[in-house]
């Protein structure tokens, strides 16, 4: 899930810290920055999709008065995911930051 890819790209980027204060060429660390942030982006481009189609949901439960506990669900989905893709940019925002040092 999205933890435990957030506890791996963190041990990834200590890597690439240490790598960089050990003398690794920025190629190299641009090349590890690169595989690191495929997988984050690869899951927001997911995540943009499943709240597309999320809203949609909602759009149509209101439209034809759903009722309450059915939208309260969608409304709780759209919630979750709102939140796991606050971690993912994190992620993002955290290989950008070790990139602008290379």
């Known amino acids: ?11 990834e980027l200590d890597e690439i810290r240490a790598a960089r204060e050990a003398g690794a060429s920025p190629e190299q660390i641009r090349a590890r920055l690169d595989a690191a942030r495929r997988p984050i982006e690869e899951r927001a481009a997911r995540q943009e999709a499943q709240l597309e189609a999320l809203f ?5 439960q209101v439209a034809e008065q759903a009722p309450r506990d059915v939208q309260r669900a969608t ?3 759209i919630r979750r995911l709102l939140q796991e893709r606050s971690y993912i940019a994190n992620l993002a925002a955290a290989a950008s930051r070790e990139g602008g040092q290379s």
């Open 56 to 60: 949609q949901r909602w759009d149509k």
């Open 75 to 77: 409304l709780e989905s």
């Open 1 to 11: 899930g999205v933890l435990e890819e957030m506890f791996a790209l963190n041990g």
